[in-house]
């Protein structure tokens, strides 16, 4: 067992009132520069609808993430090393920036320097980047509360396989915000897919990252997300993404997007997990048994011989006993609320979601019903169908999803009666509650203080001299006359332990390095690369 930790977030969509603020202060704090005017690391989407860039969930077409070859081995969807060596400097899966939106602006110079005339001046769209007039006919927030819904909304690829059941005329139509951010993946494929090693997941706290540096504009790690939350900076000709704020991380701080969100349904904390159980669990066989297995990677923090074993491979103890006050932990493996969104990709989304509940307070009420029975009943007859939202979360499989849905029904059922003196319809104990478990999850996702929704250690300084005096030197994996995936002084010389990806002997054979900084490497190469130069502190993704 080798036990790592990983800086999760949870998100509670029944509290998201697309707002729109996380991604206003991502942008401001991130992505307010020339080359990024179509860069959202953070944007909050209308389900069901085409999402950001669009269709970016529709795999057939952008070949994200991973599958398994015919003997149930991982292998990026993009294609084996020799496809991406081979369309290098042309890659067909790539979105162009229509699929993202070219970027706009309003000429508002023209209210104030027009000439005095009996026709009130007007402004005209732009183009963030050609300067150029232009009419817009799509864009990020396009879609927003389902605008254009008939048009688009049945293009979500969450809906086609049921879009029969689904209407969306004014009757039946259903809704909900979804936040999106980098998942900052356990096994990742868009680190896997880089040439160049410039990505990279950091050891300490998982966040993966991009070493500027090293980066050489190639955009196979655009491509191999199958988030598509990697963005191509055409200024700098470089890759960025969502860090997760990890100076803000490492000071103990939350992330912008959840220091400033308006209806406080992010949770950040820290989760401990077997890095040597995540290559098999993400080879699970049959997609619908990925989040099972998912869950499976994960390790009690409360459990004494994976405290003492953490400690002992280097976790510290402030580390593990923040793993154990962590609300991602609890929301996610105690309590099983959250979700992943879309474990099909096997990449191990670390950015779970507790499924929206309120449309069933809603239906309930009107009906008359109070009791728990009539809640429960009321879920599989929800205008957001539970195979939608399974759709998203569980790779189809309705189970979890309802199961989730059930106990946070539960608990508003229970936490009503107490507070009005009534006795309890219903057991927690039916939905796998305790009373305990019900009174704490009741905290958690209603009135959860600051310090119980953000349980972030500060990162270790003391360990920055050890490291800096390991760092070796490196050059961009291509520029070497060894190949992709090997430094300027190739092979390195000494064994490098094996991390997420492939093993050894796979039709796409990849090898994971962990280099004296504390990254961690997973590379498209037959052979280990030597240790990257570390990114400053401040330095961008």
Not at 109 to 122: E, F, H, Q, R, V
Not at 157 to 186: G, T
């Amino acid at each position: 067992m080798r036990v790592m930790a990983q800086v999760c977030m949870v998100m509670n969509l029944d509290k998201c009132i697309g707002c729109h603020t996380c991604s206003v202060t991502c942008k401001q704090t991130w992505t307010n520069r020339p080359g990024t005017e179509y860069v959202y690391f953070n944007n909050v989407e209308t389900k069901p609808g085409l999402g950001y860039p669009a269709r970016y969930e529709d795999q057939e077409r952008w070949k994200g993430g991973w599958t398994l070859d015919r003997k149930d081995r991982l292998k990026l969807r993009g294609g084996s090393r020799l496809k991406r060596l081979a369309t290098i400097f042309y890659n067909p899966d790539l979105p162009t920036i229509e699929d993202y939106h070219d970027p706009f602006t309003y000429d508002y110079a023209n209210l104030i320097t027009a000439p005095a005339g009996t026709k009130a001046p007007s402004v005209s769209a732009r183009s963030a980047l050609t300067g150029r007039e232009m009419n817009p006919t799509w864009g990020a927030n396009w879609e927003d509360d389902l605008a254009g819904a008939p048009e688009r909304a049945l293009g979500d690829p969450n809906i086609v396989a049921m879009a029969e059941k689904v209407r969306l005329d004014f009757e039946s139509v259903f809704m909900f915000y979804l936040p999106r951010i980098c998942e900052h993946c356990l096994n990742p494929s868009c680190v896997a897919s880089c040439p160049s090693g410039a990505m990279y997941k950091r050891e300490e706290d998982g966040i993966v990252l991009v070493d500027q540096d090293r980066c050489r504009g190639w955009r196979f790690c655009v491509s191999g997300c199958p988030y598509k939350k990697v963005y191509f900076n055409h200024r700098t000709g470089k890759a960025e993404k969502c860090t997760l704020c990890f100076p803000r991380i490492e000071a103990g701080l939350p992330t912008i997007c959840s220091e400033t969100c308006v209806g406080r349904l992010r949770y950040l904390g820290l989760v401990l997990y077997d890095a040597d159980a995540v290559l098999a669990a993400a080879a699970t066989p049959d997609p619908a048994d990925l989040y099972e297995a998912q869950l499976s990677v994960l390790l009690d923090p409360h459990d004494p011989e994976v405290a003492a074993t953490a400690e002992a491979q280097g976790i510290p103890h402030d580390w593990v006993a923040g793993a154990r006050r962590s609300p991602a932990y609890a929301l996610i493996a105690r309590h099983r609320v959250a979700l992943p969104l879309h474990p099909e990709y096997r990449t191990m989304p670390m950015v779970w979601y507790v499924p929206p509940l309120s449309p069933v307070a809603d239906v309930t009420a009107a009906a008359g019903y109070d009791d728990a029975d009539a809640v429960f009943a009321a879920i599989d007859a929800l205008r957001i169908p539970i195979e939608y939202l399974a759709n998203l979360f569980t790779a189809g499989r309705v189970a979890p999803v309802r199961d989730a849905l059930r106990r946070l029904a539960m608990v508003r059922s229970v936490m009503r009666a107490r507070q009005l003196g009534q006795h309890a319809a219903a057991d927690p104990a039916d939905v796998g509650l305790s009373d305990d478990d019900a009174e704490d999850l009741f905290r958690l996702l209603a009135i959860a203080r600051y310090e119980d929704r953000y349980v972030v250690p500060a990162a270790h300084a003391e360990d920055a001299g050890r490291l800096l005096a390991q760092h070796a030197l490196s050059g961009c994996a291509l520029e070497s006359d060894a190949g992709p995936g090997v430094g300027r002084h190739g092979r390195a010389t000494e064994a490098l332990p094996d991390f997420h990806l492939l093993q050894e002997g796979s039709a796409d054979r990849s090898v994971a390095g962990r280099d004296g900084i504390g990254r961690l490497h997973l590379r498209i190469s037959d052979a280990p690369a030597s240790p990257a130069s570390p990114a400053a502190p401040g330095d961008l993704p």
